[in-house]
């Protein structure tokens, strides 16, 4: 019996395709306005980032709170959320004790479905976390890639989710794809004939979502309200390999480039994703070792 999600929720399509459910969190007080106010005033600044709300795709996703300013405080930002088309996005809101319970419970749901799945074993779930979104009405999130599987769930307002399959190179091609995952370049090239390929998915409170692994996503929040959304994102070992293989990838791709040659995909072949992960992992440790990279 899951806690936080309902029994729609199908573990057997997590990471192969999107899909809704409803959510059973609607109404908690932590994700009152009056707390968010609080609990985000309370985070180490690190956990916050804001932006202007009406960004388009194209625009890189994870530089906007640097390249897009709003010119407002954070308290300003919040205060004037309905009007200065802003956009909000805060990382591990679970460090403040009022969404403790909520993120044990959410990452009790996650774990309960990944062990439908795929069995019971493990180390299934790797390092949850949750984010909150809060938005102005009519904010534009652009176009981007996550490097975790994600439930979102919706509180208030209303977005139009537009999501991608993950692995059509006609929408992120696979060396747009390892740059992305490796954070040698986050700004995803858009044209508007990538739209064929979408799934929309008319998003209102009470529903959740899944975006699989690497599944690209944009978002147009509605014109009536400021959205509140949160979503838990996690890692599973296979796309933990599935990340470290494409990080791989990035790097093996610019020395096969000069011969013609490319890396073979990543997501096709399960042990070959992991034996590039091994080797991923190894070079890493060794880089650690010698102080050449800090984490
Ligand atoms: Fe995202």
Redesign the pocket.
């Known amino acids: 019996m899951l806690k936080c999600f309902d029994e729609s929720c199908d573990a057997t399509l997590m990471d192969r395709q999107p899909f809704m459910f409803q959510h059973k969190l609607l109404g908690h007080p932590a994700l009152s306005m009056d707390n968010l106010r609080r609990a985000i005033a309370a985070l180490p600044s690190d956990h916050v980032k804001y932006s202007k709300g009406l960004l388009k795709n194209g625009d890189d996703f994870e530089t906007a709170s640097v390249q897009h300013r709003n010119g407002l405080s954070l308290e300003e930002t919040i205060e004037s959320i309905r009007t200065s088309d802003s956009y909000i996005m805060v990382r591990s809101p679970q460090v403040d004790e009022s969404f403790g319970s909520v993120f044990r419970d959410l990452s009790a749901d996650v774990l309960t479905l990944l062990r439908q799945q795929m069995g019971d074993r493990p180390g299934l779930l790797i390092a949850p976390r949750l984010y909150l979104f809060i938005a102005s009405p009519n904010s534009h999130t652009p176009f981007?890639i996550?490097r975790n599987s994600?439930m979102l769930m919706q509180f208030r307002g209303s977005k139009e989710m537009v999501i991608f399959p993950a692995l059509e190179p006609k929408v992120v091609t696979e060396a747009d794809r390892e740059a992305y995952a490796a954070y040698a370049n986050t700004k995803l090239p858009w044209s508007p004939d990538k739209d064929a390929f979408a799934q929309r998915f008319d998003f209102r409170p009470g529903h959740g979502l899944h975006?699989p692994f690497m599944a690209g996503?944009y978002v147009r929040n509605g014109s009536e309200d400021v959205s509140i959304s949160m979503s838990i994102i996690f890692n599973t070992p296979r796309s933990q390999a599935q990340l470290n293989a494409l990080k791989f990838n990035h790097q093996l791709r610019s020395v096969m480039r000069p011969m013609g040659l490319g890396p073979s995909s990543v997501g096709q072949v399960d042990w070959r994703d992991s034996a590039k992960s091994n080797v991923w992992r190894a070079q890493m440790r060794i880089r650690r070792s010698l102080g050449l990279v800090d984490d």
Do not use: R, S
């Open positions: 981007h996550d994600t975006i996503h």
